[in-house]
């Protein structure tokens, strides 16, 4: 297994940890939608978001030796990348998945010595369900993050004419929406926890897909997913359930499609053994640990789980945009 880069102790434990800090806390105190209002001196900036002056100053620079900010004389703006990604107005807009939902990540992680030491996990799918504002900012970050994937994803389901989706976890709708844009005859169904739900369901309001896409709360396991479905989704979610649990629902998936039906699984990638290592998708793999008491898993791992489930013609496809994704189609 290969790796991009040289391992540097310092960087990954002091540099990259404040930097990262530092950028999430921007994007949480409204630094850069103020900036993106009306360009402002660390003064001015700390008088309007109502700052420690010394806070903001320090905040400004340390932005600004980043590439976030820029200055002239000691008046402060946004760059070009913060304007494109970090200013909840702009379509390419991430600023919720860098801030609020890293913030959750932030407290996740604390808790990894101990996950390591005794498997004890984060457990927010299990025992959470109460924390509204970390639910939106997870489901709202979510859908930020994975707005440019959805219609490519869509592309991938090789069905005719289909009318029942039955999207799993599908929290903030944006693949079923993908989908029913594709397919002008598709009704889908969301099925997720009802912390999830909640917020799913604004954001499909929000798109203007309510008439298309509903929402049943409930866990899988618990709830099913019927019968005469002609696709079933799963995205983000196998990474947060032991692989016996993935094997069951690739079963109940199969039991519930109508012949020539399609389950279509999305998510971050572990890097096959010998393969280039991707630093997202191995990373990413220790939050999801420390969440969950799970891991992510190759795309040879998932499709034998389809294929032991009966499926066939079962196919990888890596997204060109985010190479450590992949998505898994069988029929």
Not at 6 to 20: K, N, Q
Not at 127 to 147: C, K, P, Q, V
Request: charged share 25%; hydrophobic share 40%.
């Amino acid at each position: 297994m290969g790796v991009l880069r040289e391992p540097d102790p310092y960087f990954d434990s002091f540099t990259g940890l404040v930097a990262a800090r530092a950028l999430s806390t921007a994007v949480m105190l409204g630094v850069f939608e103020a900036l993106h209002e009306s360009p402002a001196s660390a003064a001015g900036l700390a008088e309007r978001l109502s700052l420690d002056p010394l806070g903001a100053e320090t905040l400004l620079t340390t932005l600004q030796t980043l590439g976030y900010v820029e200055a002239d004389g000691d008046v402060f703006r946004n760059t070009a990348v913060s304007e494109r990604q970090l200013v909840s107005s702009s379509p390419e807009s991430i600023a919720t998945f860098v801030g609020a939902q890293a913030d959750l990540h932030w407290e996740t992680l604390a808790l990894l010595p101990e996950a390591v030491r005794d498997g004890k996990a984060y457990a927010m799918h299990e025992e959470r369900h109460d924390e509204t504002d970390r639910w939106r900012a997870y489901i709202r970050g979510l859908f930020e993050i994975s707005r440019p994937e959805h219609e490519a994803n869509a592309a991938l389901v090789p069905v005719e004419d289909p009318r029942r989706l039955i999207d799993v976890a599908g929290g903030h709708g944006a693949f079923s929406m993908a989908m029913c844009r594709r397919h002008p005859g598709l009704e889908a169904t969301v099925l997720d926890l009802p912390p999830s739900a909640a917020v799913g369901r604004e954001i499909v309001e929000e798109q203007g897909f309510s008439d298309r896409v509903s929402f049943q709360k409930g866990d899988v396991f618990e709830v099913g997913l019927g019968e005469d479905v002609d696709v079933v989704s799963v995205f983000n979610l196998i990474h947060h359930l032991p692989e016996e649990r993935d094997r069951e629902l690739c079963r109940m998936a199969r039991a519930a499609l109508r012949p020539g039906g399609c389950l279509v699984i999305g998510d971050s990638a572990r890097p096959e053994p010998g393969e280039e290592v991707s630093e997202h998708g191995a990373i990413s793999s220790l939050l999801f640990y420390a969440w969950s008491h799970s891991r992510n898993f190759t795309p040879s791992e998932i499709r034998g789980w389809m294929r032991e489930a009966g499926f066939a013609e079962v196919e990888t496809h890596r997204n060109e945009r985010s190479p450590w994704r992949i998505v898994v189609v069988g029929r």
